[in-house]
């Protein structure tokens, strides 16, 4: 019982945050959301910064979880880069404007945890993914890794932390638009084909 109570109030802060931002959003709100009380919440969290702390820690196991899932139904490592995409972006529009820029400037030691994150998960990621697909002949053999790394860090950064997500509608497009270049830029005459025909069938 008690784990589902504490779960449940990590889902609906989640949702809180990520939808009016972070500042804007008090303990009472959670409370009336979750139908606790706020003594209630203060049985599994010290305070609002410990909250927020484990609702990243949520998003970060969900993002390894994404991860080890489209490994095991992937049959190449362009699928498993596809899937990883479509799950980003999925994460992106969830989340307004305010809630990066308010994790930025108010909670910088939790902001840097997910900076960390990015780089210790999502960075090695895309290394064995890049080497998997050269091995497949998906992607470029003569690719150079750290720089396709370091681009999908500008992608990366202009999402979250460029202010990209004030017209959503707009953004989304952009988002594919540099997606699709990434991939472009990623894959062989192969891969290309390969790229061409999952489009194909997602559009079925």
């Known amino acids: 019982m008690a784990f589902k109570r504490k ?5 609906q802060s989640t949702n809180m945050f990520f939808n009016y931002g972070i500042q804007h959003i008090t303990m009472d709100d959670i409370a009336k959301k979750c139908g606790v009380s706020k003594k209630t919440i203060y049985k599994y969290f010290e305070n609002k ?13 969900e993002l390894k979880k994404e991860i080890f899932e489209n490994k095991q139904i ?4 362009l699928q498993e880069l596809i899937l990883f995409f479509d799950y980003i972006n999925k994460l992106s529009f969830s989340i307004s404007a ?3 820029w308010e994790l930025k400037k108010y909670y910088p030691t939790i902001f840097l945890e997910v900076v960390k994150h990015k780089n210790s998960i999502v960075l090695p990621f895309l290394r064995k993914n890049i080497s998997k697909g050269k091995q497949e002949g998906c992607y470029k053999i003569d690719i150079n ?3 396709i790394c370091e681009s999908f860090n500008d992608i990366s950064k202009i999402i979250f932390l460029d202010g990209f997500f ?3 509608g707009t953004n989304q497009n ?3 638009f540099l997606n699709s270049l990434f ?5 062989s005459v192969k891969g290309l084909e390969m790229l061409n025909e999952f489009n194909k069938n997602k559009t079925i």
């Open 7 to 11: 779960k449940m109030i990590l889902e």
């Open 49 to 61: 910064d410990d909250l927020l702390h484990q609702v990243i820690e949520l998003q970060i196991k």
């Open 74 to 77: 992937s049959e190449n490592a």
């Open 98 to 100: 305010s809630f990066g």
């Open 145 to 147: 890794t750290e720089e």
């Open 166 to 168: 004030y017209n959503p």
């Open 174 to 176: 952009t988002l594919k």
């Open 183 to 187: 991939l472009h830029r990623l894959v």
